[in-house]
């Protein structure tokens, strides 16, 4: 373990810290990579509770610069996540909080210089939170008024506009470089657009992930980062109450890091994928399969998949 460390410090560590959560849950655990995720601004019923368990488990490859001497790193990576929506009504417009926190245990392993090595990680992530806005379409109604409009709903376009803010409160030690929290503040502004007709629902939503400085990086360093641009779309097919499938796609670009205000030639390019199929188990309640796919687009980077499984309940 220390010779794999001591490489690792080479490395200027911003794709380090990244590669931490390269995968996509249902309830969107706290990491900025690739996040094709559906469904973020469906039409809910306002004054209502929202839950949501999940259990995500990821295989990575993962790329360094050769001049790292750095071969064969795999990524294997365990993530439990727990969620809350509230629903409310904005401005005369419906809108909901979102609040996640996730635990997770990784762990690395490859060969430095030849020699097989490793290293490992357990604790809480960093908290997300979100608020979003419906600003077209998805009038605030409750109860059976929302139920009523829900059942004479046919084509529909809907328009959200929504903020997720990265807090920085997982597990962070300065003189490690791999580290479950990031210590440092992320704004990521979106904008995304549903239209449905009969079963078919189509979805768009572009973000933007800005960074705040981490002046406390590895070993007292300075870290800032560019802004990372994301762009994601989903194609779903409702198959009755509560039961649907999907298909997602996305892409990100940017990202690029600086360390002490030196460029570090790091820009980020991903494509990811993801099928998901939801299930009624009651009422109000639904267990939704997940399977995540993501590819690098650059030399260094990280090829993962992810298998997840989340169970959602309402009251």
Not at 105 to 110: I, L, N, S
Not at 254 to 274: A, H, L, P, Y
Request: aromatic fraction near 12%; charge should be negative; glycine fraction near 10%.
């Amino acid at each position: 373990m220390p010779a794999f460390l001591t490489v690792l410090r080479s490395f200027h560590g911003a794709f380090i810290r990244r590669s931490l959560c390269p995968f996509a849950l249902g309830l969107a655990l706290p990491c900025f990579a690739l996040e094709p995720e559906p469904r973020m601004w469906n039409h809910l019923p306002v004054d209502a509770n929202f839950g949501g368990i999940a259990f995500a488990h990821t295989e990575a490859d993962i790329y360094f610069d050769p001049t790292l001497r750095l071969e064969n790193v795999e990524l294997t990576q365990d993530t439990w996540a727990a969620k809350y929506i509230r629903t409310f009504e904005a401005l005369g417009k419906s809108a909901r909080l979102d609040i996640t926190q996730a635990y997770q245990r990784a762990k690395w392993t490859g060969l430095v210089n030849g020699v097989p090595a490793s290293t490992s990680r357990v604790g809480w992530s960093d908290t997300l939170v979100r608020v979003a806005m419906n600003v077209y379409g998805a009038p605030p109604l409750r109860g059976q008024e929302f139920a009523r409009y829900r059942a004479t709903a046919g084509r529909e376009t809907i328009v959200g506009v929504g903020l997720v803010l990265r807090l920085p409160t997982g597990g962070y030690e300065e003189d490690k470089l791999l580290n479950l929290g990031e210590n440092r503040f992320v704004f990521r502004p979106q904008l995304g657009v549903i239209h449905s007709r009969g079963n078919w629902t189509t979805e768009l939503t572009g973000e933007v992930a800005l960074h705040a400085e981490n002046d406390d990086f590895f070993n007292g360093n300075s870290l800032e980062q560019e802004p990372l641009y994301f762009v994601h779309g989903h194609l779903i097919y409702s198959l009755g109450p509560g039961q649907w499938a999907g298909i997602s796609l996305g892409y990100n670009h940017g990202g690029e890091s600086r360390i002490n205000g030196v460029d570090q030639d790091d820009v980020r390019q991903n494509v990811g994928w993801k099928l998901s199929y939801a299930h009624p188990v009651t009422p109000v309640s639904g267990l939704k399969v997940s399977y995540v796919g993501s590819r690098t687009e650059e030399t260094t980077g990280f090829d993962a998949e992810t298998l997840v499984v989340d169970l959602s309940f309402a009251w």
